[in-house]
Nanobody
């Protein structure tokens, strides 16, 4: 049974930092990454990391967010720096196994003073 367990969300002031974690289990995964959904907006791909370590970022987070991965534990991280109010959203991790996407439960990130 595939499980993705997220942690690390919370409330932070503008300019602050947070680190999200997502531990996946139950399969062999290729790409892993993060999406987010802000209130009233469509889901947005934030960052992905492939099996070989290649990364991709949304333009809105380039230079501020860093995705990384521990392949031994199937854990993906999202280091978020210089956070802005527009980064407020529910963040969902995903993991791709044989072209099937599995999802975490979501973690709320709120950037507010």
């Amino acid at each position: 049974q595939v499980q993705l367990v997220e942690s690390g969300g919370g409330l932070v002031q503008p300019g602050g930092s947070l680190r999200l974690s997502c531990a996946a289990s139950g399969s062999i995964f290729s790409a892993m990454g993060w999406y987010r959904r802000a209130p009233g907006k469509q889901r947005e791909l934030v960052a992905t990391i492939g099996n070989g370590g290649s990364t991709h970022y949304a333009d809105s987070v380039k230079g501020r967010f860093t995705i990384s991965r521990d392949y031994a534990s199937n854990t993906v991280y999202l280091q978020m720096n210089s956070l802005k109010p527009e980064d407020t959203a529910v963040y969902y991790c995903y993991a791709n196994s044989d072209y099937v996407l599995y999802w975490g439960q979501g973690t709320q990130v709120t950037v507010s003073s």
